[in-house]
């Protein structure tokens, strides 16, 4: 009867750490899972950035040389070189009719 006894409560403690170490484990594997789906939405993230930084390096390489520094200077910034000249013709309304009235 003592072997009985002194058995069933090893089976008990044994089944009991099976259970925790079951428990343990799929607590684990959730958790793995878990970070597998933020890894990979981290890769994708990265990805993206990596696409954006390359439009962004190719944007840079088209609008580094000379004629379109040039060309944005004159339309953007209404910047002249410093041997020209610039001419503004206006138009005055009121005066050429006066000339045509007469």
Not at 80 to 95: A, L, R, S
Request: aromatic share 6%; proline share 1%; glycine share 2%.
């Amino acid at each position: 009867m003592k072997f009985i006894k002194r058995n069933f409560i090893w089976l008990i403690i044994g089944l009991a750490l099976l259970l925790y170490g079951g428990v343990v484990y799929i607590k684990q594997e959730q958790q793995l899972v878990q970070k597998r789906l933020e890894l990979e939405a981290k890769i994708e993230q990265h990805e993206d950035l990596l696409a954006a930084m390359r439009l962004l390096r190719e944007e840079v390489e088209r609008l580094d040389n000379v004629e379109t520094k040039e060309s944005l200077a004159r339309e953007k910034l209404n910047m002249i070189m410093p041997d020209e000249m610039i001419y503004v013709i206006t138009y005055d309304k009121d005066k050429k009719t006066e000339q045509d009235e007469e």
